[in-house]
């Protein structure tokens, strides 16, 4: 996706005490800085904010916090939650292979990763958000039990995923290749899947329990 610059975005997002631009600061003290105890879920990649906005709204007992690399986005973002009037959601400007100094262990109680860029490129599969490499990442400071969901148009990139996850030692807790005809209720639209919607692409969809034991033991070696 390429978007086109808009040099007020970041201005408008630096005025506002919901965006951090130094997240690092508030490693550990997440709930402090929420002001309670609620569970904090994460969203990678939010886009414009539709799902995490909703959900926000939906859940006042659950603290949100949303990642994109585009300031160009997050403005949106912002803006939806400044109109709902939101206490529940705060906003951090980064590439997501920089979480890791983020959030101390236990910190995260579930992550979003919703139509992520599949990167169909064999040799770009690391970028990819379910690549081991990144599940590794988020057992370092997700809570164990806690769960990931996984939302994506794509096949290849589906296919994989549930491997990754397998090989992770991530447990399946639920799968659909269609999720408009499955069982499952409950279901966020955002904007992409939106779009997919109306082009006739089936959505996938699976939810994982974050297993971080094997994390935390390779740590005492």
Known sequence: MRLRKKWWAKPELEKDHKVLFTPAEYKGKWKEFFGNDHPIHLELGCGRGRFINQLATMNTNINYIALDAHNELLV?????????????????????????????????EKIYINFCNPWPNKRHHKRRLTHPNFLRLYQTFAKHGSEIWFKTDDQLLFTDSLGYFEGAGFNELYRTYDLYQSDFHGNIVTEYEERFCKQGIKIKFSRFKINTYNILADAKK
């Not at 400044?82 to 590439?95: Q, S």
């Open 76 to 108: 949106h973002v912002l803006r939806k939650a400044n109109e709902a009037h939101l206490k529940n959601i705060k906003i951090i400007p980064i590439n997501i292979e920089n979480i890791g100094g983020i959030f101390a262990q236990d910190e995260i």
